[in-house]
């Protein structure tokens, strides 16, 4: 089994920063895209950045030029810092990770959420 613990976020003014670190732990040959995804209320999910293996990212364009995504592959870690943050910016985030489970037959891929953690931006 793999688990996926997030920390950090909390609640900043609007302007302010915060970072947000997602880690996967268990049973994996390797990790394809982390990413991370947020939902405010009464809204879908929606992807805000993600980051390949080689470490190439992908930024929603709301966050462009804001937030940096970034991994430790050794650590197994991903991170989000979030700068200049604005009310509209308020949600849970929730971190994915693709692990790549490899055994002598086959491949084995799935995805892992962490357990979410609320950003809150007040203006």
């Known amino acids: 089994q793999v688990q996926v613990v997030q920390s950090g976020g909390g609640s900043v003014q609007a302007g302010g920063s915060l970072r947000l670190s997602c880690t996967a732990s268990?049973?994996?040959?390797?990790?394809?895209?982390m990413g991370w995804y947020r939902q405010a209320p009464g809204k879908q999910r929606e992807l805000v950045a993600s980051?390949?293996?080689?470490?190439?990212?992908y930024y929603a364009d709301f966050v462009k030029g804001r937030f940096t995504i970034s991994r430790d592959n050794a650590k197994s870690t991903v991170y989000l810092q979030m700068n200049s943050l604005s009310p509209e910016d308020t949600a849970i985030y929730y971190c994915?990770?693709?692990?790549?489970?490899?055994?002598?037959?086959?491949?084995?891929?799935?995805?892992?959420w962490g357990q979410g953690t609320q950003v809150t931006v007040s203006s």
């Open positions: 994915n990770v693709e692990t790549v489970l490899l055994t002598y037959l086959d491949e084995y891929d799935h995805d892992y």
């Open positions: 268990g049973r994996f040959s390797s990790i394809d895209d």
């Open positions: 980051i390949s293996s080689s470490g190439i990212p």
